[in-house]
């Protein structure tokens, strides 16, 4: 069973609320609002995208290559951890 069926609701709701934003700037767009809020709701959707990205990420180096909380191969661990780490600070 892949990781993102066991994470499928959450996955599911973080992409609903990327529609959502999606939708608003299109919204904004139609109604041919300020570019600085144009550019705000980018931003946000910018920001939502790169969550959904770590945390599939994350899942995937959990899942597939090595779960620091669990592997019994104490660099392996500390490597995939710090992985993760860099992931996140570079998805920021």
Request: with cysteine; net charge negative; hydrophobic share 40%.
């Amino acid at each position: 069973m892949s990781h993102t069926i066991t994470q499928k609701p959450k996955l599911l709701a973080r992409v609903r609320r990327l529609k959502g934003q999606m939708d608003a700037i299109e919204r904004a767009l139609e109604a041919e609002a300020d570019c600085a809020e144009v550019l705000n709701l980018v931003a946000s959707v910018r920001g939502a995208i790169n969550g959904l990205t770590v945390e599939l990420i994350e899942d995937h180096i959990r899942h597939h290559v090595s779960d620091p909380a669990t592997d019994t191969d104490p660099d392996r661990a500390q490597g995939a951890g710090e992985l993760i780490d860099v992931i996140r600070t570079y998805l920021k």
